[in-house]
């Protein structure tokens, strides 16, 4: 990965000589990444493309550009903002300062103030790939329809939501991503983009082809054309998870059924690797199949965690006999309930970002917890009471 500060000039392009000044000048290399105007979409383009420092030209009208500051400052705070004028009356200086400018830098701009601008930077830049190492969640189902896209993608909001830590999940269905769908995201970008500009990848790169949910939930989509799967090969998906794992603190992967070189690549690279299964015949059995086949792969049995999808007790089915079975304790139940599933899906909310008062939502911070050992927010709803008949279940309160 390249040592480079990523920088971001705001209020016009800089000329050839401002851009070359600022290179030579900074002891440290310098990257700048994007050169914007002071418009409306700005604080997005930010947003998507994460620099460690932004540059804020003050012309025009200088409240505006305060202003940007502030909000610079406020949604990006791993952001080292830069405030850069003709005017260095002291007026200005310390208006850029309460704005919540870190560094100053006189126009025209002068050399060595550049080198100390950024050396101090230098010094306070989180490196992400060199400091953080996040974590590697892998859901696994190697039987259709068990629910594996809807988990990843509520297990991967409540990680965030509970933590409030980043949590990106990566949909590497190829084929035919869901994800966008489930998590209620139009994505720009998507790995095949990694793919095409592969050589020069870097973690802020990367950073540029999520697409965010939120502040604290992104996606790495899977091809958004057809016929570009074919192109993602085992050292993107690798790479992409590497740095990934640089950037969010959970990395949460929605794999194909088929376990390909590709598949097991994702899997390989996975913390904890989430065998999802439902309680009917097929699915136990597809499970059993899978462990065999991780012990196979060498997988270290405590990596894998069992978590039963819709589950309902049975008569037919207890967990005791299921954990006999596939010779494994079952780690977490996510509760069947396809109305709230289903509802969360059709208007693209993660069902554990609604207002829905399901148990499967409970169940969602519960696993997020056992994973992370946070206790979560809320306790769990109350049991439901006896069945209501007549009146009351017509009129009983439910909306
Ligand atoms: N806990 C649950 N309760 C009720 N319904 C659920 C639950 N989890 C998932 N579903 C429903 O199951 C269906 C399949 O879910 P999903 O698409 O996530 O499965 P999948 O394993 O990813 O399928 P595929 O193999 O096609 O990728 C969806 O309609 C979803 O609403
Ligand atoms: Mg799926």
Not at 124 to 131: F, H, I, L, M, T
Not at 249 to 266: G, H, K, Q, Y
Request: overall charge neutral; hydrophobic content about 40%; some cysteine.
């Amino acid at each position: 990965m390249s040592k480079a500060i990523s920088v971001v000039v705001i209020g016009r392009s800089l000329n050839q000589q401002e851009r070359t000044r600022l290179r030579s000048s900074s002891q440290t290399p310098l990257a700048i990444v994007a050169e914007l105007p002071n418009a409306p979409q700005v604080l997005d383009e930010l947003n998507r493309l994460r620099p460690q420092a932004a540059i804020v030209l003050l012309n025009g009208d200088l409240n505006h550009s305060f202003q940007l500051v502030e909000r610079i400052h406020q949604e990006l705070p791993d952001t080292a903002v830069i405030c850069s004028s003709e005017d260095n009356s002291p007026d200005v200086i310390l208006k850029s300062f309460r704005s919540g400018a870190t560094e100053f830098l006189r126009q025209p701009l002068v050399e060595s103030e550049i080198a100390s601008v950024f050396a101090k930077i230098e010094q306070a830049v989180v490196r992400p790939e060199e400091s953080h190492l996040g974590r590697v969640i892998a859901l696994y189902s190697s039987k259709g329809g068990c629910g594996t896209t809807f988990v990843t993608a509520n297990l991967a909001a409540s990680l965030a939501r509970l933590t409030r830590k980043r949590a990106c999940v990566v949909d590497l269905n190829l084929q035919a991503g869901d994800q966008p769908l489930y998590m209620g995201l139009e994505p720009n970008y998507s790995i095949h983009d990694i793919v095409r500009n592969f050589d020069r990848l870097d973690d802020q790169l990367l950073a540029s082809y999520l697409t965010q949910r939120s502040k604290y939930l992104a996606l790495l989509a899977a091809p958004t054309e057809i016929g570009k799967d074919e192109d993602v090969k085992v050292e993107h998906v690798t790479r992409a998870i590497a740095l990934l794992r640089a950037q969010a603190d959970f990395v949460v992967i929605d794999p194909p059924r088929v376990l390909n070189e590709l598949t097991i690549s994702a899997l390989d690279a996975a913390d904890d690797l989430i065998l999802l299964l439902t309680l009917d015949i097929p699915a136990i059995r597809s499970a059993k199949r899978a462990l065999d086949i991780f012990t196979r792969l060498g997988y270290d049995r405590s990596r894998i965690k069992v978590v039963i999808n819709r589950y309902a007790k049975t008569p037919e089915f207890d967990l005791k006999q299921v954990e006999k079975v596939l010779e494994t304790q079952v780690f977490a139940t996510i509760a069947n309930d396809y109305q709230a599933a289903i509802a969360s899906i059709n208007v693209g909310e993660p069902l554990v970002l609604s207002k829905n008062q399901s148990r499967v939502i409970h169940d969602f911070n519960h696993l997020a917890s056992k994973l992370t050992g946070i206790r979560p927010h809320s306790e769990p709803p109350p049991p439901p009471g006896p069945p209501r008949t007549g009146w009351t279940s017509i009129f009983g309160g439910r909306r």
